[in-house]
């Protein structure tokens, strides 16, 4: 059994199911990473497995747990964090006014933990006092992933991390996410860097209108001459 898997999902918005018979897993400590063309529902697969979508059939299983029947404020509670790809920090709010939002749900002292995300991210501490919608695209990913850290999860899932910024910035995001993922957590991510991504990924989800069409490593699938010519680019 996985610590976190979205099993036999099926799913999607009216009438219309967007995902069909999808799974997707993660361990502790992984990464996992879901990639596929435009419209695969690479996105719909986080919302159902964070509780934005309702599903048909199918279910999620947190840490052994039936989950499918949760809200997202309590799976947030459960241990799961979530970074949309938009609209994902207050812009009026300083960088640490953020992060404070990040630990609504703590009643215990989260100094600690604001350390560490300033540990991991030091330009935001430089940047603490300053409104999160005056900073650069790559800095406001930064804050929201660390907002999402305050709750301490277990298991952190991205949304397109990278999306809208230069190179140099998407691989440092991408190597903090293996730093986040080295802590023990699990990471489940979207990406449409999939190239770059699978380079990351213990794990990777190739997904074709709503369902697998490949599972495996990242470097198998990247080694896939078929993933490859269709997913890759060549």
């Known amino acids: 059994m996985s610590f976190l898997i979205g099993e036999n999902m099926t799913g999607g918005y009216g009438a219309t199911n967007i995902l069909n018979d999808c799974n997707i897993s993660v361990e502790k400590g992984e990464i996992a990473v879901i990639v596929g063309p435009n419209g695969a ?13 309702n599903l048909r059939e199918g279910r999620v299983l947190f840490n052994d747990e039936d989950i499918t029947a949760l809200n997202p404020q309590d799976r947030v509670r459960k241990g799961m964090g979530f970074v949309p790809q938009t609209h994902n920090v207050f812009p009026t709010m300083t960088v640490e ?13 989260f100094r600690h933990t604001m350390e560490q995300v300033y540990d991991l991210f030091p330009i935001l501490k430089q940047k603490r006092r300053q ?18 850290l305050m709750t301490q999860p277990q298991v952190l899932m991205l949304d397109e991390p990278t999306a809208g910024v230069s190179p140099i910035v998407m691989d440092e995001l991408f190597d903090r996410i293996i730093d986040v993922a ?17 380079n990351i990924a213990d794990k990777g989800y190739v997904l074709v209108q709503g369902t697998n069409a490949y599972t495996d490593t990242g470097e198998a699938l990247l080694a896939n001459p078929e993933v490859r010519r269709t997913f890759l680019g060549g």
Not at 142 to 147: K, L
Not at 182 to 198: C, D, R, S, W, Y
């Open 182 to 198: 080295h802590t023990g957590i699990a990471i489940l991510m979207v990406e449409q860097n999939a190239k770059q991504a699978l």
């Open 97 to 109: 006014e953020n992060l404070e939002m990040g630990a609504f749900i703590r009643e215990d002292d």
């Open 41 to 53: 529902g690479k996105s719909t697969a986080m919302k159902a497995i964070f509780g934005m979508l």
């Open 131 to 148: 409104p999160a919608g005056e900073l650069s695209g790559g800095q406001r990913q930064q804050v929201a992933v660390g907002r999402a």
